[in-house]
């Protein structure tokens, strides 16, 4: 026999009782020795009048008259408005948070509905948000001589000499300068991380600059002209050139020159490797796409070769949203924006533009594609920049006309704006890819804040 002598064995009132028990209860398990299960099963099994009824009605409660049993009564079953009172009640069941639904319903839908409609506002803005004048800026189809890193700054070639613009304090300082009439920079390309700038040179040479010292880190060799396009995939630097070769270098070790593949019968002029660094595409003035694995970078053994261009294929943009799907441009003759599956090798979509296509830039925020142009067949269809929704590829809207032609694109670290390099020696910032606009006006904050302000970048 156990005595009852903690109070967490039991509730309180039961330690000063003289009663002894077989086994201790607590206050949620109860002990059958304090149950009369007689009585119980008594009342369960008796149908008496007296055990059927309700409390009110039993003898005990004869006694009271009949207006305190019907207060008594109301407020057992009825709440403080008179409405019928139902004690244990779930709170969450739908007939008692019907309401409640509704109005977050109606509420959702409003959103979505001013969603919906700030979506088909979504159009190209009316004008540049800024202009800077880049002098002596090269009119040249081939080269990519424009790259906006990670850092926020904005390298670009003008001339023999290279420049950094810092979008944040919109200052503008000289790189480097190239000694030589027939020498000048013919691409640049950010490092992933933005610590390093790599410049491709009309002479062949490959140049690793450290943007912060300003100073140059190595020389890398290996082509015989002139380095018109470069690519990074983490350490790994590809580099496309007038010798029709492709180069990757490793610029974390001495010997750089990891691969060398000649697939191309022109100029090499478009690289880009997808977003995992899987792939690799390649474009060349002869007109032709290649699909690379950069497993098997050691061969000339590439994954898919595309064939339906009928011009040069200089512009690329791997989809941020489907690993496998690549956008590519083609030039004079071809004027095509092109959709293609690099797993099963087929070409899903195919849009012709009327224009040369220069540059393509994928939306980060909008599925959608922003192409920039050149040439053009008729003076009417002389339009600059493009955007497209993906996959249809319809037009959501264009950039006013223009004389000159766009030669480079390149996209802002926030994935909002967009640069593109003009044959008028100016670069032009477009808020094409920023949120939708929701104000009557249809305009951006910066459609009309910088508009038409010229900034010399030097």
Known sequence: MWRLELDWYSPRRLLSSPM??????????????????????????STTKESSGS????????????????????????????KP????????????????????????????ES?????????????????????????????????????????????????????????????????????????????????ML?????????QLWDAETSQLVRRLEGHENRVGILAWNGHLLTSGSRDRYIINHDVRSRRNLTSCIRAHNEE????????????????????????????????????????????????FA?????????????????????????????CLNSIDTKAQVCGLQWNRHHNEILSGHGFSLHQHDQTKLCLWKYPSLSKIGASPRHESRVLHLAQ?????????AETDETLRFWETFGPPRTDNSRLTDLDSLLSFKRFQIR
């Open 55 to 82: 409390m009110l009605d039993s003898p005990a409660n004869s006694k009271f008259n009949d207006l305190y049993r019907k207060r008594v009564e109301e407020n057992l079953t009825l709440d403080s408005e008179g």
């Open 412 to 420: 802002s670290p926030d994935g909002l704006t967009v640069v593109s």
């Open 115 to 195: 969603l919906e409609n700030a979506k088909q506002f979504r159009q190209f803005p009316k004008s540049e948000s800024k202009i800077l004048d880049a002098p002596r800026l090269k009119d040249d189809y081939y080269l990519n001589i424009m790259d906006w890193g990670q850092n926020n700054i904005l390298a670009v070639a003008l001339g023999s000499e290279l420049y950094l613009w810092n979008a944040e304090s919109r200052k503008a300082r000289k790189l480097m300068s190239v000694d030589g009439e027939d020498d000048y920079p013919t691409s640049v390309a950010w490092s992933q991380n933005a610590k």
């Open 268 to 315: 090499v002029c478009g690289l880009k490797w997808s977003s995992r660094g899987n792939l690799l595409a390649s474009g060349g003035n002869d007109n032709i796409i290649h699909i690379w694995e950069a497993s098997n970078m050691r061969s000339s053994s590439f994954l898919h070769r595309f064939t339906e261009h009928h011009s040069a294929v200089k512009a």
């Open 85 to 112: 009172f139902r004690m244990l009640v779930f709170r969450g069941s739908p007939k008692t948070c019907r309401r409640s639904l509704c109005t977050t319903d109606s509420t959702q839908q409003e959103k979505l």
């Open 198 to 206: 790599a410049v491709g040179l009309s002479c062949s040479e490959l």
């Open 20 to 45: 002894k028990y077989d086994f201790p209860g607590d206050r949620f398990i109860p002990n059958r020795s304090l149950m009369d299960l007689d009585h119980v099963r008594s009342l369960l099994t």
């Open 318 to 346: 791997w989809s941020p949203y489907e690993f496998n799907i690549l956008a590519s441009g083609g030039g004079t003759n071809d004027r095509c924006i092109k959709i293609w599956n690099s797993q099963t090798g087929k």
